[in-house]
DNA sequence: CTTGGATATGAACGTGCGTTCAGTTAGCGT
DNA sequence: ACGCTAACTGAACGCACGTTCATATCCAAG
């Protein structure tokens, strides 16, 4: 048999995406074998290379498509004053990584699956983040609005508290993701201490 | 041949795990296979299993190990007044982290490599870890000392923060591990505003 | 109605996996 | 000097891996 029904292509390609990208989150790259992700997709594993040309090449899209979607979301963050900047973005991350839980799985745990070249290209576009946060930092401390110990490291640490709420919010806990919003907001503004004195 | 050379007993258990240990943490469990490890070793891969009943449990006891360990060492930050105790756990877990990245990195990054069983082990002893700022944020509270929008909220946004620093830092930087710890200790102040206000 | 390209199958390639186990050696206690 | 046992080897088990490819089928266009 070939082709049991009619055409797929346009179906299936997309397919084998969003199946690798939930196994390699529930599992592992290492851990998934592409005869898994093909009984996923409902095909043979050879049928999978007319797709991708390899298995080390699905990972590294799905890690740069869900990268350059994120430079793209957080573009309307870029505007206004330095404070309400830092605003939006500490809401913006936490609602597009909540949002998005297996990409940014992948994202931060199969960093070493990936070849040299294709590891080089994402560490690229995720420094590329972490500078719009630093930027951001420094506009704010240059206008007086912001005080940070050093620029460069509180945005490593406002990243990493913002990414950590992926580990553990869930959507039927006592708290709303808006809620989250405005307590991980709140604890920004005074680490960074805006309006150079602690809001109540 | 068999036992080239002197009685290895209890020079080969240790190395096992510090092998293993190293492997898993720069190329993930199941990319890991027990043949490297072995070699790794200078044994063959049927000797392991003199050591260790099967990989799985080699991966557990790793991380049983690590948590236990953590939860000793941070005993002496629980004594003194809440302010005093904050600013000994963030110094703490900055330190203890960046002196075990490999363990660190295990701990994080393979909880589902880990069986059912175990895994329940391991997330036990981190939220018991988890607990122990909760509570200590939960005191200064009471006392007058912190202010947070949440105690559970803001010990989750703590320990993520601190231990990003794993991912960034190093030795060989404009920072030294002391300018770090400063820093953190100074943004993690004015997030729970040590004091009531935040310090210059 | 024919045809050709798109789409998929299913077998096959060589390799490596975790684990077991009978056999072999080295060094200790006596 | 010698046996015992701890320590290790090396082969073997069945199975799964990523990838390739000849082949088969389906559909759209002419």
Chains 1, 2 share one sequence.
Not at 39 to 56: C, F, M, S, T, W
Not at 98 to 118: D, G, K
Request: charged content about 20%; glycine content about 8%; proline content about 4%.
């Amino acid at each position: 048999m070939a082709r049991t029904q009619g055409s797929h292509a346009q179906i299936t390609g997309p397919r084998i995406r969003k199946a690798a990208q939930r196994l390699f989150a529930q599992q592992g790259y290492a851990a998934v074998s592409m005869r898994v992700i093909a009984r996923e997709v409902g095909v043979q594993a050879g049928a999978l290379y007319n797709y991708i040309p390899d298995k080390q090449t699905l990972l590294y899209e799905l890690m740069r498509d869900h990268l350059l979607e994120l430079h793209e979301a957080v573009g309307p963050c870029l505007v206004g004053p330095a404070p309400a900047r830092l605003e939006a973005f500490v809401r913006f991350h936490i609602a597009f990584h909540h949002a998005r839980p297996e990409e940014v799985f992948i994202a931060y745990m199969e960093l070493r699956n990936l070849t040299p070249a294709n590891f080089a290209e994402i560490e690229g576009l995720r420094r590329r983040y972490e500078r719009v946060l630093a930027q951001m930092l420094h506009a704010g401390v240059r206008e007086g609005a912001f005080s940070v110990p050093d620029e460069k490291v509180a945005s490593m640490a406002i990243i990493a508290m913002l990414t950590g709420v992926n580990t553990w919010f869930r959507e039927d806990g006592r708290l709303s993701l808006g809620d989250v919003q405005d307590m991980y907001w709140q604890m920004v503004a005074r680490m960074v201490s805006v309006g150079g004195t602690v809001p109540s």
